[in-house]
């Protein structure tokens, strides 16, 4: 593939649009918020700021010969999840490592910048046209890390009693309730994941074809009103509404609410980027698991759909709902019937690869292959993602226990 001047100028400004909203999204932050680490699933605002750099370090300018140096140790610290690359700090224990500290990683984040910058405007012809496809992945992987940030982030504040606020000027996420309405759609033979042209992680390809019966998907996701009724219904001390493994962790956990859910005298309040606020009813409910999504939907009469029902209803370009980009960073009550935006939601499609899925060549094939087990398919996109980063055909994951996502759910039907 060539690429002319123009084309050079517009992968310069993306690699700079969506660098630059990763250290706006950790601004906020301190050093030492930036450092801490709240569980083992999360990891530090200092570590998304590394290993975005070091995935274009290892991956896109490393092989061309054209890395910045780098801090001592990089190569281990700030590896995921690539075997094939080598030896990586154990993921649990990220929030101990305090060398390099913050100001050597926004160093060397900024030498990066300047180096992929470089890389773009001057690259050979024929080593740019190599490199191109990685800087997209390497992209579009900030861009689920921007996501990330603002998890952890929200996990680590959780965990305090004051529960600070990552920001006090977020817009504001009140709106009026809307009933729930249903979305019929007739069945039949229909095609779900993305196609040959543009980017698509290799979790969405290749495009096949799925036969659906006759189903109905709600039009609004379930909100926290919807939730606190389930709760005040025994949702929660109710066996017969869950898996086995869901009332397992029931138990063992003590769920009685959702998760950075507080009962107060004043009633129910959630922990939230703008800090502790009064649960919204008509707000989406979200960080909740599988589980309870599962067992809510048994409760509501409903059920969740499947990934391939949810995509033959999604419109491809159907992205007018609450995105990063409308800085209220929490889920909003549903304005225009989008599926899209303010909470990921849960289906009850597992993890599994496609037919005829084919993890790419080298390190960048474990990107999302081998983590398809024991998890589910989530679609639509959050309040934290970048509205460009979704698509119709996005399968996010994860395992069906945890909570500390931006994880909802809209219901299902079966019709005659």
């Known amino acids: 593939?060539?690429?002319?001047?123009?084309?050079?100028?517009?992968?310069?400004?993306?690699?700079?649009?969506?660098?630059?909203?990763?250290?706006?999204?950790?601004?906020?932050?301190?050093?030492?918020?930036?450092?801490?680490?709240?569980?083992?699933?999360?990891?530090?605002?200092?570590?998304?700021?590394?290993?975005?750099?070091?995935?274009?370090?290892?991956?896109?300018l490393g092989p061309a010969?054209?890395?910045?140096?780098?801090?001592?140790?990089?190569?281990?610290?700030y590896n995921s999840y690539y075997e094939t690359v080598g030896e990586r700090h154990p993921r649990p224990d990220r929030g101990l490592v305090t060398r390099p500290g913050v100001a050597e990683i926004l160093d060397w984040r900024r030498a990066m910048d300047a180096a992929l910058d470089r890389f773009c405007e001057t690259a050979p012809a024929a080593a740019f046209a190599a490199a191109a496809p990685l800087i997209e992945l390497?992209?579009?992987?900030?861009?689920?890390h921007q996501e990330l940030i603002l998890m952890d982030i929200l996990s680590l504040f959780a965990r305090h009693p004051a529960a600070p606020a990552y920001r006090t000027d977020l817009a504001?996420?009140?709106?009026?309730?809307?009933?729930?309405?249903?979305?019929?759609?007739e069945g039949g033979l229909v095609e779900i994941?993305?196609?040959?042209?543009?980017?698509?992680?290799?979790?969405?390809?290749?495009r096949h074809k799925v036969w659906l019966e006759p189903f109905s998907l709600a039009d609004r996701l379930v909100s926290n009103g919807d939730w606190l009724a389930f709760m005040a219904d025994a949702g929660y001390a109710t066996p017969t509404l869950w898996l086995s493994d869901g009332w397992d962790s029931v138990k063992r956990e003590s769920w009685a609410a959702p998760f950075h859910w507080r009962e107060s005298s004043?009633?129910?309040?959630?922990?939230?980027?703008?800090?502790?606020?009064?649960?919204?009813?008509?707000?989406?409910?979200?960080?909740?698991?599988?589980?309870?999504?599962?067992?809510f939907a048994r409760w509501a009469g409903a059920r969740l759909p499947t990934e391939a029902e949810w995509e033959a209803i999604a419109h491809p370009a159907d992205f007018t709902g609450n995105f990063l980009e409308n800085d209220i960073l929490r889920p909003a009550p549903s304005?225009?019937?989008?599926?899209?935006?303010?909470?990921?939601?849960?289906?009850?499609s597992a993890y599994s690869p496609y037919p005829g899925f084919q993890p790419g060549a080298g390190a960048v094939g474990e990107y999302n292959g081998k983590f398809m087990s024991g998890k589910f398919v989530l679609r639509g996109g959050a309040c934290i993602t970048p509205r460009g980063h979704v698509r119709a055909s996005y399968r996010n994951f994860f395992e069906p226990q945890l909570r500390w996502m931006f994880a909802g759910?809209?219901?299902a039907r079966d019709c005659a």
């Open 409 to 411: 759910l809209r219901l």
């Open 335 to 348: 304005r225009d019937g989008s599926l899209f935006g303010d909470v990921w939601q849960w289906t009850s």
């Open 138 to 144: 390497g992209l579009n992987h900030e861009e689920q």
């Open 266 to 295: 004043d009633g129910w309040r959630q922990v939230t980027l703008a800090g502790l606020e009064p649960v919204d009813p008509a707000a989406p409910v979200c960080h909740v698991s599988y589980y309870e999504a599962e067992a």
């Open 172 to 185: 504001s996420a009140a709106g009026p309730d809307r009933e729930q309405g249903w979305i019929r759609h």
């Open 1 to 60: 593939m060539a690429f002319d001047s123009d084309d050079r100028q517009n992968w310069r400004a993306a690699v700079a649009q969506v660098r630059a909203r990763t250290l706006a999204l950790a601004a906020p932050l301190s050093p030492e918020d930036m450092q801490a680490q709240s569980m083992a699933d999360a990891s530090p605002a200092k570590w998304h700021l590394a290993h975005t750099t070091w995935f274009f370090d290892e991956f896109v």
């Open 65 to 77: 010969g054209a890395s910045p140096p780098a801090p001592e140790g990089t190569r281990y610290l």
């Open 193 to 206: 994941g993305a196609g040959p042209q543009g980017f698509a992680f290799d979790n969405e390809r290749p």
